[in-house]
């Protein structure tokens, strides 16, 4: 009989080519991570978000200016009856409750001048870039991020 474990490992291996993942096992936990690419790989490397250091009163500015553009955007949709997403918050943590009950988290970091943003696909960490919100991973930008995991979990496009 196949442990759950087991189970799920093979799923994930059944949906992600073998050759795009290097597995390891840390202290009897599987760990999986891209595997390197090539210089003659199709994509090309990320360049690293260079973080601009904000002033305390500037990223408190920026992080508040972006959870109320948030909120406004979840208002407008609720009253143009797009789709009824609650929202909930608490300092710098707002909460976004989709129809079937999931959740979408962002919260700032002020130690860290962080916004990090967690969804059903997962957790995201974002520097200031001076300009906008970028993943410290891949760089993209924070409101396409939450735009894109929003659409996925209201099962419409919702843009921010």
Known sequence: MATAA???????RARIPASSIRSSFMRGILVSTPA?????????PVAPVVRVPLADADYVRETSTLLARIEAACDRWLDEDVIDIDTHRT?????????????IVVNTQPPLQEMWLAARAGGYHYQWDGRCWRDTRDGHEFLEMLSRQ????GGRTLTF
């Open 6 to 12: 087991a189970v799920a490992v093979d799923t994930l």
């Open 36 to 44: 390197s690419t090539s210089p003659s790989a199709s994509t090309a």
């Open 91 to 103: 300092g710098g943590l707002l909460e976004l409750v989709f129809p079937d009950h999931s959740k």
């Open 150 to 153: 929003a659409s996925v979990q």
